[in-house]
């Protein structure tokens, strides 16, 4: 790791985090540097670089938020997105409404049904549409890959938007089912009171 400030790498969250410029992300690898930032820049680090503990406090805090947003935005699929699109002068539409008109009507139907089966604890259903969800944003994922490397901008603002679409409902299921089955848990524990 180079020895440079965490305010002149973040310019660009891939190089803070040492990763190539792409969407293509190694997880496990921004896991790992994640922990070496933070522990790179925690505040009893500082200290020693710093006789001001205020002011080593303030800037570890704001590192710290830095390091955190770096990490978010590189992790997330969506965001990502956004963010290469950011770093090549292209974000300005990505924000517009979805026009695919296909693509809303399937994923409004999926939004029905995810809360219908968080609303009835139906986790046989959420199951179902867990899959079905993340292979849309695979699918979503490689269009928007294939997209940015042949700056085709239009494509890849329309993945992007979809990609936005998709995580949330990804989100919204995994969070039903860990709902789902927390409760289950909690009606097991009813039975040994």
Request: charged share 25%; aromatic share 8%.
């Amino acid at each position: 790791m180079t020895d440079i400030t965490p305010e002149a790498q973040f310019d660009n969250f891939f190089a803070l985090f040492e990763q190539p410029v792409q969407f293509e992300i190694h997880q496990e690898r921004l896991d790992q540097h994640l922990r070496l930032l933070q522990k790179r820049y925690h505040p009893d680090n500082l200290a020693k670089n710093l006789t001001d503990t205020a002011q080593a406090q303030q800037q570890s805090e704001q590192t710290s938020a830095l390091i955190n947003q770096a990490y978010q935005t590189l992790s997330a699929p969506d965001s990502r997105a956004s963010y290469l699109l950011d770093l090549a002068g292209q974000a300005q539409n990505v924000e517009h409404s979805i026009a695919d008109l296909d693509f809303l009507e399937d994923a409004m139907q999926m939004r029905i049904e995810l809360d219908d089966a968080i609303e009835g604890k139906d986790r046989q259903t959420l199951a179902q549409l867990h899959p079905q969800i993340v292979e849309r944003l695979s699918k979503q994922s490689k269009r928007f890959e294939d997209a940015y490397e042949t700056k085709d901008w239009q494509t890849a603002i329309d993945a992007t938007q979809k990609l936005k679409f998709l995580v949330k409902l990804n989100a919204d299921v995994t969070t039903g089912l860990d709902e789902v089955a927390t409760s289950e848990h909690s009606d097991d524990d009813d039975l040994y009171v």
